[in-house]
C-alpha cells in the first residue's frame, strides 16, 4: 500500500510557482521524503529529498511540516518543460533508494498551462 | 560518464520466447534494481541487487530472473514470455552505505509480448 497520498493532476500557468503537495500522515522518524518526476516516457528523474528541515537546490524547494505528516514540492518558476508526472515518496533512512528500492505510487500529473 | 544505459530500447516478443534486458551503470554504484511500469501506473520493484553476487526479489518477481556478477551490469531474465508481461522496464542505480541517496534511472525498454 501506497505510504503517500497526492492528488491525480494540477495545473499551473508558466512562469508561476507550482507547489505539489503530498500526505504522508503515517511516516516513521526515520524515513525520509523523496520527490522524483517522470517526464513522458522518460524514466524518473532525482528533484530533491528532506527529513526534517526544509530543504533548497537548483531545481525545487521541499516544505515539510513539523509533524512530517505532509509536504509540498515548489517549483518557483515553472515551465512548459516543467510538465511531468511528479512522485512524493518516503523511505527510509537504511533503504532511501537503497536495498527495497522506491516505491511509486501513481504520482500527480503537472501540466504547465502556456 | 553514461551514467545508466538500457539495452534495448524496444522489442516485440513471440509468446514463449526469451530474452535478456541488458543494464550498465558506470557511476560505480552497489545498489541497482529493475522496475517495470505499466500504462498509467506508476513503477513496480521486480528485482534489486545491493552488490556484485547478491540479488533480492521485489514486489512482482515472477516470470523473471536477474544476476550481478559485475557491481556494473544487472541483467534481467524473461524466460517465457507471456502478454502479461507487456511493459515498460526501467533499470536504476544508486550509492547507498547509509543514509539518504538519490536513484539514476535509465531510459527504458519498451516490450510487447504478442
Known amino acids: 500500500d501506497a505510504k503517500t497520498t497526492q492528488p491525480t493532476s494540477m495545473d499551473c500557468a508558466e512562469g508561476r510557482a507550482a507547489n505539489l503537495p503530498c500526505n504522508h500522515s503515517?511516516?516513521?522518524?526515520?524515513?525520509?521524503v523523496y520527490w522524483y518526476r517522470q517526464i513522458h516516457s522518460q524514466g524518473p528523474q532525482y528533484i530533491i529529498h528532506?527529513?526534517?528541515n526544509n530543504e533548497t537546490n537548483e531545481m525545487a524547494s521541499l516544505i515539510i511540516t513539523e509533524d512530517r505528516k505532509s509536504s509540498t514540492l515548489i517549483l518557483p518558476h515553472a515551465t512548459l518543460r516543467d510538465t511531468a508526472v511528479y512522485y512524493c515518496i518516503v523511505s527510509d533512512l537504511y533503504s532511501g533508494g537503497g536495498a527495497d528500492g522506491l516505491t511509486f505510487g501513481k504520482g500527480t500529473h503537472l501540466i504547465i498551462q502556456p | 560518464n553514461a551514467g545508466v544505459t538500457q539495452t534495448p530500447k524496444f522489442r516485440i516478443l513471440k509468446i514463449g520466447q526469451s530474452m535478456t534486458l541488458q543494464c550498465t551503470q558506470d557511476m560505480n554504484h552497489n545498489y541497482m534494481y529493475w522496475y517495470r511500469q505499466d500504462p498509467g501506473m506508476g513503477l513496480k520493484l521486480i528485482y534489486y541487487?545491493?552488490?556484485?553476487?547478491?540479488?533480492d526479489k521485489g514486489e512482482v518477481p515472477n516470470g523473471y530472473n536477474v544476476s550481478r556478477s559485475t557491481t556494473e551490469d544487472f541483467p534481467l531474465r524473461l524466460e517465457l514470455a507471456a502478454p502479461s508481461q507487456t511493459s515498460v522496464y526501467f533499470c536504476?542505480?544508486?550509492?547507498?552505505?547509509?543514509?539518504?541517496?538519490?536513484?539514476?534511472f535509465g531510459q527504458g525498454t519498451r516490450l510487447t509480448v504478442v
Open positions: 541487487s545491493v552488490g556484485a553476487g547478491i540479488t
Open positions: 536504476a542505480s544508486s550509492y547507498s552505505d547509509r543514509g539518504a541517496t538519490e536513484a539514476f
Open positions: 503515517t511516516i516513521s522518524g526515520n524515513e525520509y
Open positions: 528532506g527529513l526534517k
